[in-house]
């Protein structure tokens, strides 16, 4: 599948990875991927958002909201609820075994996703109905205008929740899709 | 820590999400502890049994779980 990307929608892919990742998240969700759109520069998913009046400060508002229903809350926050300080703890241990000890440890490890994040079930939603959507519009790629619009179709997760919630409409952006790539190369 | 931050917390820990998460985290600290201990325990030449007794486990328990480490 991942052979018909563009560059660029290749880079959201990778991107979205990292959003997860650095999010303490142990899937990549389907609003990893949105927030990914806004890292990669000038896109064409991108530049129809902000003729739709969604900006990179929006998702990630929207995004970081998120947090308590999908992505775990950071081990320093829920310890501090305890009177439990992290920081101080792992000093003390990096003073007893050295930099790093505590992370270093395999139950560390089992914890922190590494590497490769799988992608959930509305990532993958979103990547197949990018397809579809590429194949629709008899696009023989797929570029990150695809991707957007696999975000539209219902039931695909939080993108799709935020981006209705901004009033962003599959019907509608597919017609500004289609006039933009009418008028410059895919992206 | 502040008696605001006492409240704070007190108050917190009765939302299920942030109290469930903070049980989970200290879990894995725990764990995280618990494993750099056992390995220094033997490369400092301490037996199963000695480690056992002072976790106030059995040494089945405790050499079940860290045996895969190859100490």
């Given at each position: 599948?991942?052979?018909r990307f563009t560059e660029k929608a290749?880079?959201?892919?990778?991107?979205?990875?990292?959003?997860?990742?650095?999010?303490?998240?142990?899937?990549?969700?389907?609003?990893?991927?949105?927030?990914?759109?806004?890292?990669?520069?000038?896109?064409?998913?991108?530049?129809?958002?902000?003729?739709?009046?969604?900006?990179?400060?929006?998702?990630?508002?929207?995004?970081?909201?998120?947090?308590?229903?999908?992505?775990?809350?950071?081990?320093?926050?829920?310890?501090?609820?305890?009177?439990?300080?992290?920081?101080?703890?792992?000093?003390?241990?990096?003073?007893?075994?050295?930099?790093?000890?505590?992370?270093?440890?395999?139950?560390?490890?089992?914890?922190?996703?590494?590497?490769?994040?799988?992608?959930?079930?509305?990532?993958?939603?979103?990547?197949?109905?990018?397809?579809?959507?590429?194949?629709?519009?008899?696009?023989?790629?797929?570029?990150?205008?695809?991707?957007?619009?696999?975000?539209?179709?219902?039931?695909?997760?939080?993108?799709?929740?935020?981006?209705?919630?901004?009033?962003?409409?599959?019907?509608?952006?597919?017609?500004?899709?289609?006039?933009?790539?009418?008028?410059?190369?895919?992206? | 820590?502040?008696?605001?931050?006492?409240?704070?917390?007190?108050?917190?820990?009765?939302?299920?999400?942030?109290?469930?998460?903070?049980v989970a985290s200290l879990r894995g600290?725990?764990?995280?502890?618990?494993?750099?201990?056992?390995?220094?325990?033997?490369?400092?030449?301490?037996?199963?049994?000695?480690?056992?007794?002072?976790?106030?486990?059995?040494?089945?328990?405790?050499?079940?779980?860290?045996?895969?480490?190859?100490?």
């Open positions: 599948m991942f052979e290749r880079l959201v892919v990778v991107g979205a990875q990292k959003q997860a990742r650095e999010r303490g998240a142990d899937a990549i969700r389907s609003e990893h991927l949105l927030a990914a759109l806004f890292a990669v520069p000038d896109n064409l998913a991108v530049t129809v958002l902000g003729a739709l009046g969604v900006d990179r400060d929006v998702v990630e508002a929207e995004v970081g909201k998120l947090r308590p229903d999908g992505t775990p809350i950071p081990d320093a926050e829920a310890l501090a609820t305890l009177g439990i300080d992290l920081d101080e703890v792992r000093r003390q241990v990096e003073e007893a075994f050295g930099p790093g000890a505590l992370d270093r440890t395999r139950a560390a490890a089992g914890r922190r996703p590494r590497g490769h994040i799988p992608f959930d079930r509305t990532a993958k939603k979103v990547m197949e109905l990018a397809l579809r959507e590429a194949l629709h519009l008899k696009h023989n790629y797929i570029g990150t205008e695809h991707i957007l619009l696999g975000m539209l179709h219902s039931a695909t997760g939080a993108a799709h929740d935020i981006l209705v919630s901004r009033g962003v409409r599959q019907d509608a952006t597919r017609i500004i899709v289609e006039e933009l790539v009418r008028g410059r190369r895919a992206g | 820590m502040t008696d605001a931050t006492q409240v704070a917390a007190a108050a917190s820990s009765r939302d299920p999400a942030v109290g469930l998460a903070a600290l725990l764990e995280s502890l618990e494993e750099l201990q056992v390995t220094n325990a033997r490369a400092q030449g301490w037996s199963w049994q000695q480690i056992a007794d002072v976790l106030r486990v059995s040494r089945q328990a405790v050499h079940k779980k860290y045996r895969r480490f190859g100490f």
